[in-house]
């Protein structure tokens, strides 16, 4: 049978429980951000089953789709963080990602990591993360072959409040060409009474997740399966001049900067200037090499294309991509974006538990420096 399906789960283990009877619900999916997914369940149903399934922490949900295709594929899973509104006869559950989790804990002893790379220094957290009491979580690495590196990082251990995982993770993605990181669930066991996720991100090579093939939506194709598009443009990205701080400290910090004034003195533009750093980098030539990169990108306006699709899409069904991937995009009689197919990358899907999904593209770019 095609359609959604929730389930009961305990995080710790991956176990599949007893399948959740909804009255609604919705879910989110942003790159390198949580998942997040909202249940409003009858209170009948929860009465019928153990709390611990169904309590914060010691329980959570699993959200899979089954296409015409006939594979349930898992869409979102992790512990359950908190309850919403009550009424007299349903409460609403909230849940999110295993991310959740590794916001919560923190790096409690001094790492370093040398001669490496991004990619693996988010997997090594993830793997001091499950290193106490009660920590462990079936959690497997994803992405090979990426050890090997320039990167160093080191993390002290007194420095607790800003050692949470989570934002650690934030900040590797931060970097110039950081990596993409996401935790995605996947089926543990043919039989499906299991789950694990996978820890998955880009590369120094490639920064963004490698995935098995690309998707295509084709907005102007007749009875396609796109029945609603919207395109919005932003100029907060434009900039003139752009700063790039290094290594180092106070008035020794390494730093360097990058400009093109054509629009200033062509189009009358008001002079406008950011700042990024590496703070790996302590030579002012490559610090410059990265600012012209960034500046390059920055010179025109960024489109963002929300569409919706059907779930059950033969072409693309729900859950044989993800956020992350890029994806062919065809569109035509834009004012923004010029007619054609291109490369977009999907950085945001969100549902509920009708047959239209919603997903966000912004352009698939990247700097190789």
């Not at 543990?188 to 997740?209: C, K, M, N, S």
Request: charged share 20%; aromatic share 8%.
């Amino acid at each position: 049978m095609t359609g959604y399906g929730l389930h009961w789960i305990h995080t710790t283990t991956g176990q599949v429980g007893p399948p959740i009877t909804v009255h609604n619900a919705s879910w989110s999916i942003e790159l390198n951000k949580t998942e997040e997914i909202s249940l409003t369940v009858d209170k009948k149903h929860l009465h019928t089953i153990n709390p611990t399934w169904w309590e914060p922490l010691s329980g959570g949900v699993l959200l899979t789709y089954t296409a015409a295709d006939g594979i349930a594929r898992p869409i979102i899973a992790g512990p359950i963080t908190d309850w919403g509104k009550e009424t007299t006869t349903s409460i609403e559950i909230k849940a999110e990602g295993l991310r959740a989790i590794f916001e919560k804990r923190t790096i409690w002893q001094t790492l370093e990591y040398r001669k490496t790379t991004l990619g693996e220094i988010a997997w090594a957290l993830a793997v001091h993360a499950m290193d106490r009491p009660g920590g462990a979580l079936p959690l497997v690495h994803g992405t090979a072959g990426d050890a090997v590196g320039e990167r160093e990082r080191t993390y002290e251990g007194w420095n607790l409040a800003n050692n949470l995982i989570g934002k650690r993770w934030t900040e590797l993605s931060g970097v110039i060409n950081g990596p993409d990181i996401m935790i995605r669930p996947r089926w543990a066991d043919e039989a499906q009474t299991r789950i694990e996720w996978a820890l998955v991100h880009g590369t120094e090579a490639y920064p963004f997740i490698a995935q098995d093939w690309v998707p295509d939506f084709d907005t102007t194709a007749d009875m396609g399966e796109v029945p609603d598009i919207s395109v919005t443009s932003s100029g907060k990205n434009l900039v003139h001049r752009i700063w790039c701080t290094g290594a180092g400290e106070g008035e020794g910090t390494a730093r360097a900067h990058a400009e093109i004034l054509s629009s200033v003195w062509r189009r009358d533009q008001p002079f406008v200037e950011d700042v990024m750093s590496d703070a790996d980098q302590a030579s002012p030539d490559v610090l410059r090499q990265k600012a012209h990169g960034e500046l390059l990108s920055r010179q025109a306006m960024i489109d963002q294309v929300t569409l919706t699709f059907a779930a059950n899409s033969r072409k693309t069904p729900l859950g044989s991509f993800f956020v992350g991937d890029t994806a062919n995009v065809t569109l035509a009689g834009w004012k923004t974006i010029p007619d054609g197919t291109r490369p977009m990358r999907i950085i945001k899907m969100n549902g509920d538990l009708s047959p239209q999904v919603t997903l966000d593209f912004q352009q698939a770019q990247w700097e190789n420096n």
